[in-house]
């Protein structure tokens, strides 16, 4: 019998205490609990993690964000700007492995939860700290969103068009990158405590920084030729053809046939084989000199076709292409089917619950979205109970109080 048959996950026996709110560590949070970490998340009484009212789309009345974000997770209330409530996540976070928290810089501290404190009494403890800046440098005070690390980060200025400002990602890609990065470096510091007997440490991750990791060459193009790279739209400069191409209905579709074997193919495939001869498109070098020519004829082949057509001529030809997906192509699609790309969970509020499965596939001890967001304290009984022997007794006298 395999691990994966006697329902083992990797990270199963890993505990986490998830502070913070929003996006930036709670999706670390989640992250973690898709490979079967205990994800312990604490939320303030009475409101609790503002994710479960944020999005605009919902369903009997309920938002269809925090069902995703908090998923695989169990949600307890406690005060933490009460002395007590402060007191009672120093016991809970000392049965901990990982501390996850995303506020600004010194928050932790002024609680009596700084690391140095938490350490003392668990000493093989990983704390997980995402923020704007990171915790270190003239910026580490300042409010620092998602949105002003992807700016600083750089992937703002290089986005869009040149004549354009610079526009959103769509997605909170600052946040969700920095998150995936505190969530590598937590398993890094867990394996370091681990494999080599060492204690626990901080993983600090500045949501610029996760940005700045993606920005390719962009950094010596600077430094040593004085190149600031910019916005260039849908084309990569002087890689050609690589584009989005309008069809008859209205759709585009990506065709990338740069690659000088490729274009041979994709010449023959739309009825020129002669452009693969010509001079002007010969050599990648030409192609790129040659590139907003060569966008037009592809487009006046492209626009008399519909994007399934297009695809299934690049697909027969060898040439990589595809259909610009919306959401919509995504859940009627059988490619994302076959690999149960997006995985139907039952919601207690809203019924069945369609999200996007976990990622990375594991081959032996696959993760598994287990259940969608909890309700808020669903598990107080049970965490403060069981973990920590509070009575139900001591229980209801700090709810009364305003603790929990």
């Not at 993690?49 to 789309?57: A, H, K, S, V």
């Not at 120093?90 to 609680?111: Q, Y």
């Not at 409010?143 to 750089?154: K, R, S």
């Not at 590139?291 to 060898?318: C, F, H, N, P, Y």
């Amino acid at each position: 019998m395999s691990e994966a048959d006697n329902g083992a996950r990797p990270l199963d026996g890993v505990r986490v205490v998830e502070m913070g709110s929003l996006l930036a560590g709670p999706f670390c949070g989640q992250l973690l609990g898709d490979f079967g970490a205990e994800v312990i998340k604490v939320e303030p009484p009475g409101k609790g993690d503002p994710m479960r009212l944020w999005g605009r789309q919902r369903k009997n009345g309920h938002t269809l964000w925090w069902p995703i974000i908090a998923r695989n997770k169990k949600s307890v209330t406690l005060n933490l700007r009460e002395d007590e409530g402060q007191k009672i996540a120093r016991k809970l976070i000392a049965e901990a492995d990982v501390v996850v928290e995303n506020f600004r810089p010194g928050t932790m501290e002024r609680w009596g939860l700084g690391y140095d404190d938490l350490s003392r009494e668990n000493p093989g403890l990983v704390m997980v700290r995402v923020s704007g800046y990171g915790q270190t440098g003239p910026y580490r005070d300042q409010a620092g969103f998602g949105v002003i690390g992807e700016a600083m980060g750089g992937i703002r200025h290089i986005t869009g068009y040149p004549d354009q400002p610079p526009p959103r990602v769509g997605v909170s890609l600052g946040d969700s990158l920095a998150a995936t990065f505190g969530a590598l470096g937590a398993l890094t510091a867990l394996y370091n405590r681990e494999k080599h007997g060492g204690r626990g440490q901080v993983v600090d991750v500045g949501i610029y920084e996760a940005i700045l990791a993606l920005m390719e060459s962009t950094i010596p193009e600077y430094a040593l030729t004085g190149h600031v790279r910019g916005r260039t739209g849908s084309i990569l400069p002087f890689v050609a053809p690589s584009n989005i191409y309008p069809t008859n209905e209205g759709d585009y579709v990506l065709i990338g046939g740069n690659a000088d074997t490729v274009f041979r193919r994709l010449a023959g495939a739309v009825g020129h084989p002669e452009w693969a001869e010509n001079e002007r498109y010969a050599t990648h070098n030409a192609r790129g000199e040659n590139q907003q020519e060569l966008d037009g004829m592809i487009s006046d082949w492209t626009e008399k076709r519909t994007v399934e057509e297009v695809i299934e001529v690049m697909a027969e030809a060898g040439v990589p292409a595809g259909k610009v997906f919306t959401a919509k192509d995504m859940v009627e699609d059988p490619h994302y089917a076959a690999r149960e790309n997006i995985v139907t969970v039952e919601d207690p509020k809203i019924g069945e619950f369609p999200m996007q499965n976990v990622v990375p596939r594991l081959s032996g001890t696959p993760g598994e979205v287990r259940w969608t967001g909890p309700d808020l304290g669903q598990h107080n009984e049970e965490v403060y109970g069981e973990i920590l022997g509070l009575s139900k007794e001591e229980q209801r006298t700090l709810a009364e109080r305003g603790i929990v």
